[in-house]
């Protein structure tokens, strides 16, 4: 068993696909994390914004988050539409696309996997936060940690979706109830108080008010408490993982997702205001989370405190797996239509994207390591691509339902929810474009310039190899060959026997002096040994004999005087094909490839990119041990 076996697992059949699908049990963890754990960032991101107003604002937090209630429910309604309408991936791009046409599908795709990077990068940082809040001796180290959970989380998705889901589902449900039990405490306690509780844990202290109040604050804080809601959109664009019936199982997990997502920002901001507990600077020392406080005021430090803590914590350094489901299937769908390379198409060894999901990762470390893993300064570039793809989604389906008799109903569904989600997007860019925001505006135009010089680079290609005339059968000489050798040996051996059965114009060369100008050469021993074992015998055979050509290296590159030596013959051989033989001794094991030179793989690719279209280039492998095919199939699903 491999280190990657280890790793990842084994790699498993295309027919195994339909059993990697998800029910809404592993569907809750796998896409919901994004929505749950955002209600321990949204409502602290809005009450930071507040904080100019000291103890005062907390009378104006459930004026912040009603509207974003609101806009949940109308979201939960439009998105529960566009799973109906499009039951295999309902997402943005999808519905802008075939809606509004393909630049409106582009602002969606782009608009959304800024969104994805930015939401891996913003949870693993709230998550990391809450755990320096539970340990505040691990402040100096954000970033490690931060990158830390960055890799587990590649990782894990690496092996698979359901592996993902399987994985989360202990500390996400655990969550749940965690929170299910503070929340219940706290509203019973409050309520028996007549609304002014007693915490366990007294909170910070609120400063008096540093500022007046005004409308822009509060409009400031809505924008950022509507990170809240960014993980709304993922059911409809992740489909393609249900298992069948799809559309029964994204109905359930979106209605799930967003019915514990309602209770608990309902909860978070009704119980900070009667504890009185406000947003501290994560920057400095003593940090403590809004949730932490929280927990701290209902249940005390005790281990229930510990425990629900952990369960926060858990989930908001998981919250990004959302990202590692969604994003990789963005941008498969968005790779078939040509916008995006090949490879993000490819299904990898665990019937995942392995590639959108390694380059999600490496764009979320780095942001975290140009923002050194702080939530509050990755906080203003969030929201702005998910609200833009929220309002393209709904308006997509507005022109969508306009084509479609008897939808009336679900015409005006999503057409409130596309003046919502609009309005509400309107708002973010005023209040965070100079926090920040105006840097993911800046990165979706470059985002789409790119995937349409992708797609620009792929016509092109399309276009060079069109579909040729029918096959013409013409009397063509067979190729010159040359074959590279180092010596006479057994590698030279089977080179040759292959050029010769290919052509009779065999030339080997023999390039000295690759080592430098010291090494020691045997130039005449070799020709000596050319002319008796394989002149003499190829001649015997009533074959053309090979000829040796010794070549000397002068700047030790072994393609420099082969494509001089090309250039030489082409002319001499008008009409005819060169193909370069090179034989490469297969490494196999992990150690054979630090004690071999790399010599034969840069010729290879030096020929292939300066050789031109008549020069053809043939690797010629030699084994050193037991040849292992690969093709052998894989032990069998369990049934």
Not at 136 to 153: N, S
Not at 272 to 293: E, K, M, P
Not at 365 to 384: E, Q
Request: aromatic share 8%; proline share 6%; net charge positive.
């Amino acid at each position: 068993m491999s280190l990657l076996d280890i790793l990842l697992g084994r790699r498993l059949a295309n027919r195994e696909y339909e059993t990697r699908k998800l029910g809404v049990l592993e569907g809750v963890p796998a896409m919901g994390l994004d929505g749950l754990g955002s209600s321990a960032y949204g409502p602290e991101a809005a009450l930071t914004v507040l904080m100019p107003l000291g103890a005062g604002s907390l009378d104006y937090i459930g004026w912040v988050m009603a509207p974003i209630l609101v806009l949940l429910a109308i979201l939960f309604a439009s998105y529960w539409q566009t799973i109906r309408a499009y039951p295999s991936n309902g997402g943005a791009y999808v519905v802008a696309k075939e809606n509004m046409g393909r630049d409106a599908g582009l602002l969606a795709a782009g608009a959304l996997m800024i969104d994805y990077v930015l939401n891996v990068a913003v949870g693993i940082s709230a998550g990391v936060a809450a755990l320096v809040s539970l340990l505040p001796g691990l402040h100096p180290y954000i970033l490690p940690l931060c990158l830390g959970i960055l890799a587990l989380l590649t990782l894990l998705n690496l092996r698979g979706t359901i592996e993902a889901g399987w994985f989360l589902a202990l500390p996400t449900y655990g969550f749940i109830a965690c929170f299910a039990i503070v929340l219940a405490l706290g509203v019973y306690r409050a309520m028996l108080s007549g609304g002014n509780p007693a915490a366990i844990v007294p909170p910070a202290a609120l400063p008096q008010a540093g500022v007046a109040f005004g409308l822009w604050l509060v409009l400031r804080a809505f924008a950022a408490g509507c990170t809240a809601m960014t993980g709304v959109e993922a059911v409809s664009n992740s489909m393609s993982a249900f298992r069948d019936p799809p559309v029964v199982h994204g109905h359930r997990t979106l209605a799930a997702i967003v019915a514990i997502l309602a209770v608990l920002l309902a909860g978070i901001a009704y119980l900070t205001a009667v504890y009185r507990i406000g947003a501290l600077d994560q920057t400095q020392d003593g940090y403590r989370s809004v949730l932490a406080q929280l927990f701290g005021a209902v249940l005390g430090q005790g281990v229930w405190y510990q425990l629900s803590l952990g369960c926060v914590i858990c989930v908001l350094v998981f919250s990004a797996n959302t990202s590692f489901v969604g994003f990789p299937r963005l941008c498969r769908m968005v790779a078939e239509d040509g916008f995006l390379p090949k490879p993000f198409a490819m299904a990898g060894r665990r019937l995942v994207f392995s590639v959108g999901i390694l380059y999600l990762a490496g764009a979320a470390g780095l942001l975290l390591l140009v923002f050194s893993g702080i939530t509050d300064r990755l906080i203003p570039l969030f929201a702005i691509g998910a609200f833009l793809t929220f309002t393209l989604s709904q308006t997509g389906m507005v022109m969508h339902w306009r084509r479609t008799e008897g939808a009336r109903l679900n015409f005006w569904i999503n057409t409130i929810g596309a003046a919502a989600t609009g309005a509400a997007l309107l708002v973010i860019v005023v209040a965070k474009f100079g926090e920040g925001a105006w840097i993911t505006i800046l990165i979706i135009p470059c985002v789409i310039a790119l995937l349409k010089s992708i797609q620009h680079y792929y016509r092109e290609l399309q276009a060079q190899l069109r579909p040729p005339e029918p096959l013409k059968i013409e009397r063509s000489e067979p190729p010159v060959v040359l074959v590279a050798t180092e010596d006479w040996n057994r590698l030279t051996e089977q080179a040759l026997r292959l050029a010769l059965a290919l052509s009779p114009d065999v030339i080997a060369i023999h390039l000295s002096h690759l080592s430098g100008p010291e090494a020691v050469e045997h130039d005449d021993g070799l020709r000596r040994r050319w002319a008796d074992e394989v002149e003499a015998p190829t001649a015997a055979a009533g074959l053309v004999p090979p000829r040796l050509l010794l070549l000397p290296a002068q700047y030790r590159a072994m393609h420099e005087p082969v494509l001089k030596l090309v250039q030489e013959l082409q002319p001499r051989f008008e009409g005819r094909r060169i193909a370069v033989l090179i034989p490469e001794i297969v490494k196999q094991r992990w150690y054979q490839h630090f004690l071999h030179a790399r010599r034969a793989r840069h010729l290879r690719a030096q020929l292939l990119r300066h050789g031109g279209t008549r020069l053809t280039v043939i690797s010629v492998p030699w084994y050193l041990d037991a040849v292992q095919t690969g093709l052998e199939d894989p032990a069998p699903p369990a049934r």
